[in-house]
């Protein structure tokens, strides 16, 4: 069974960084691409970004461009959400979410695995 367990939120100031992680066990990593999404108080989950099975191919939501970087380690199982110039609108739960899509996608219902989230508070 794929589980999927995100780490790395926290507290932070506007301006500050703050790296996520998520690990995939129980399968096997390089059949997934991987995404992560967010969810503020009140507003529906959103893509942020997406990873391909290789790494060779990301995509980010226009917010968070230049600012955010998706990877994957495919020896580690793992995928991490570097994020920089933190803003209090990027306050929210951070899902890991992995999907056997061959192209990208920001629908939250192509990924069939989902992490349990963590917080990420930006305060001004």
């Known amino acids: 069974q794929v589980q999927l367990v995100e780490s790395g939120g926290g507290l932070a100031q506007a301006g500050d960084s703050l790296d996520l992680s998520c690990a995939l066990s129980?399968?096997?990593?390089?059949?997934?691409?991987m995404g992560w999404f967010r969810q503020a108080p009140g507003e529906e989950r959103k893509f942020v970004a997406g990873v391909n099975w290789s790494g060779s191919t990301t995509k980010y939501e226009e917010s968070v461009k230049g600012r955010f970087t998706i990877s994957r380690d495919n020896i580690k199982n793992t995928v991490h959400l570097q994020m920089k110039n933190l803003k209090p609108e990027d306050t929210a739960v951070y899902y890991c979410a992995g999907g056997t899509w061959r192209f990208i996608t920001t629908v939250s219902d192509d990924y069939a695995y989902w992490g349990q989230g963590t917080q990420v508070t930006v305060s001004s």
């Open positions: 129980g399968g096997t990593f390089t059949l997934y691409g």
